[in-house]
C-alpha cells in the first residue's frame, strides 16, 4: 500500500510539474511510474507529451506509439504519435499513424487536416486533397485547410478551383497576403513583388525536400547551366573571386560556383533554407534577410553575382539593378537565370513566378552600365513533367 501511494503522489507530482512546464523533471517522474507499470497507457501519454515540448521527437514518437499498441481504441494517442513521427521527419509512418486516428474519429476535421499535411509533405499531393476537402465538409471555414487545399490545386494545374477557394480565404481572413498574391496572379494582375511573407512562408515549408524534389522530380538545371556558363566565357574557377549568391536556397547553386569563390556570401529569406544551405559547407558567410536588403548592408565589393532562379520571385527588377551598383568591383560579373517571358517586360504568371523578356533584360543592363556577355535559352526544370524553358545571362560591368 505504502508503495502504491508513492507512485500515487509521484504521479501528481510529475503532473504539476507537466502544468508548470517544466517537461524535463515531468518526464523524469513519468519514467519512474513506468519502470513499475510499464504497461500504465496514460503514463506514456503524459510522457510522450513531455518529450514533444522538448523537441525529443523519435521519443515521443516511442511513448505515444506504445500507448497506443496498449489501448489501440483511442485516437489521441495515434494523432499525438503522427504529429511526433511527422516532426521527426519519418512520413512513412507518420501517414498511417494519422489514418488510425482518422478511422476512430472521422468528424475531427483537424485530424484531416493533419493527415493532409503530412501527405502534402510525402509528396502524396491527390490524397491530401482528398483529405482536405473531408476537413472542410465538416468545418467549411477551416482557414489552413482552405489555404493548403488551394496550394494543392493551384499545384495541380486546377487554377479554376484554386481561385474559387483563394477567394473564400480571403473572405475569412482579408489580410491573408500569401492568398491575395497568389489570387492576383491567378487572375492575370501584375504585382511588382511577392509580399516577403509569401516567399518565406513558401520556402521554409520547403527546405528539407528541396533539393531531393529538385533534382530528382523537376530535373532542375539552372545551377549547373550557370557555372557551365562561367567556364565557358571566363574559364576554370581560381578560388579568386568574391561571391555573393542572391537567394542561395539550400546551397545548390553555391556548391556549383564554389570553385571560382575565394569567398562565398549566401543570403535568402527563408531561415530553413539557409539552414539546409550551411550543411552544405561552401559557405563562408550565411544571411537570411531580403537579398536587397543584404546587398545595401554589405561593406566590401563582389566581383561575382549569382541569382539563379531568384529573380523568377522578382517582377521589376530595377530596385535590384540599382543597389547592385553600389557594391560592384571593376569588371564585375552578374550571372542569373529568368523564366522566358512572353511579352517586353515581366509578368506575373499564375504559377506564382516572374516571367522577364530578354529586351527588358537588356534595357535594364545597358541603363545601369552592364555589357552582355553571353545570353542562352535552356530548359531549366520540369513543372507537371513539361520543360519550363528560361534565359541564362552572363553580364560584365563596363
Known amino acids: 500500500m505504502a508503495e502504491a501511494e508513492r507512485l500515487q503522489g509521484l504521479y501528481q507530482d510529475a503532473l504539476e510539474l507537466h502544468e508548470q ?136 494545374g486546377d487554377h479554376a478551383q484554386a481561385t474559387e477557394l483563394y477567394r473564400r480565404l480571403l473572405d475569412l481572413q482579408p489580410d491573408h497576403v500569401s492568398a491575395r498574391y497568389i489570387l492576383d496572379a491567378l487572375e492575370g494582375k501584375n504585382t511588382a513583388t511577392p509580399p516577403p ?80 544551405a550551411e550543411k552544405k559547407g561552401c559557405y563562408d558567410q550565411l544571411v537570411v534577410g531580403d537579398v536587397i536588403d543584404a546587398i545595401y548592408a554589405l561593406d566590401e565589393p563582389v566581383d561575382l553575382l549569382l541569382a539563379a532562379d531568384v529573380l523568377t520571385y522578382l517582377g521589376d527588377l530595377k530596385p535590384l539593378f540599382l543597389a547592385i551598383l553600389g557594391i560592384i568591383g571593376a569588371d564585375a560579373l552578374f550571372c542569373f537565370s529568368t523564366e522566358l517571358g512572353e511579352e517586353n517586360g515581366w509578368q506575373l504568371r499564375p504559377t506564382g513566378r516572374y516571367g522577364h523578356h530578354p529586351e527588358y533584360i537588356r534595357r535594364l543592363a545597358e541603363e545601369h552600365g552592364w555589357e552582355e556577355v553571353k545570353m542562352q535559352t535552356a530548359r531549366i526544370r520540369k513543372e507537371r513533367d513539361v520543360w519550363i524553358i528560361g534565359n541564362l545571362y552572363l553580364l560584365r560591368k563596363n
Open 21 to 156: 512546464r517544466e517537461f524535463s523533471e515531468a518526464a523524469a517522474c513519468y519514467q519512474k511510474i513506468l519502470h513499475h507499470f510499464p504497461d500504465a497507457d496514460l503514463v506514456l501519454y503524459n510522457l510522450g507529451l513531455a518529450l514533444y515540448e522538448q523537441g525529443q521527437f523519435p521519443e515521443a514518437a516511442a511513448a505515444f506509439l506504445h500507448a497506443a499498441k496498449i489501448n489501440p481504441n483511442d485516437p489521441d494517442y495515434w494523432f499525438n504519435a503522427g504529429l511526433s513521427l511527422k516532426q521527426a521527419g519519418r512520413l512513412d509512418e507518420a501517414v498511417p499513424a494519422y489514418e488510425q486516428a482518422a478511422m476512430l474519429q472521422p468528424r475531427d476535421a483537424d485530424i484531416l487536416y493533419n493527415l493532409g499535411c503530412c501527405l502534402q509533405a510525402a509528396g502524396n499531393v491527390r490524397a491530401a486533397t482528398r483529405s482536405y476537402k473531408k476537413a472542410l465538409d465538416l468545418v467549411p471555414d477551416h482557414a489552413s485547410a482552405l489555404g493548403n487545399l488551394a496550394y494543392c490545386l493551384h499545384w495541380s
Open 197 to 276: 511573407a509569401y516567399v518565406r512562408s513558401l520556402f521554409d515549408g520547403y527546405s528539407e525536400n528541396f533539393d531531393r524534389d529538385l533534382l530528382e522530380n523537376l530535373s532542375y538545371r539552372v545551377p549547373t547551366l550557370l557555372a557551365g556558363l562561367l567556364q565557358e566565357n571566363i574559364g576554370s574557377g581560381k578560388y579568386s573571386m568574391r561571391v555573393l549568391d542572391l537567394g542561395c536556397g539550400t546551397g545548390l547553386a553555391g556548391r556549383a560556383i564554389a570553385p571560382w569563390a575565394a569567398h562565398l556570401i549566401g543570403v535568402d529569406l527563408s531561415e530553413n533554407m539557409v539552414v539546409q
